[in-house]
């Protein structure tokens, strides 16, 4: 299995609600490396980027709102098969799914507010890094 690296985002209610240091305490416990972090308002450009795959859903607009709505915190995480397993310790999209345990399944309830992203593939980590790291990031 590959070391790879993902793009996580605690989303506006998740900071808002304080439990970015819960949220980093279980990537860190499982044996990830954080190579990057950010507290950032995000422009609604990069947030219409971000979720460039979703611009032709009815909630596109009201996702793009909720994600500049508020500081997000942006980070790198590396380690084997970290793609995977990251979305699987977020818990699934919608709240009915997502296992207590997992990060969206102690903390939310709701589809549109649930405390977290994640990429979901080699393809779009390597793209969400570029778009919210175009600096770079520590080696
Ligand atoms: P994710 O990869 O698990 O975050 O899920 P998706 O990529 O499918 O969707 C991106 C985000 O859009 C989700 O995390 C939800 O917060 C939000 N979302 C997805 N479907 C809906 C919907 O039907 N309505 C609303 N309001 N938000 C949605
Ligand atoms: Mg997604």
Do not use: C
Request: hydrophobic share 40%; net charge negative.
């Amino acid at each position: 299995m590959a070391i790879e690296k993902t793009f996580l985002m605690v989303k506006p209610d998740g900071v808002e609600r304080q439990v970015i240091g819960d949220i980093v305490d279980r990537f860190e416990r499982r044996g990830f490396v954080m190579r990057g972090a950010k507290l950032m308002v995000p422009t609604r450009d990069l947030a219409e980027k971000h979720y460039a795959e979703h611009a032709e859903r009815p909630f596109f607009g009201e996702l793009v709102d909720f994600i500049t709505s508020g500081p997000v915190f942006g980070m790198v995480w590396e380690g084997e098969n970290v793609i995977q397993l990251s979305r699987i310790m977020m818990g699934a999209t919608k709240p009915e799914e997502s296992a207590p345990g997992t990060i969206r399944g102690d903390y939310a309830v709701t589809l549109s507010h649930n405390v977290i992203h994640g990429s979901d593939s080699l393809a779009s980590a390597e793209r969400e890094i570029g778009l919210w790291f175009p600096e770079g990031i520590a080696e």
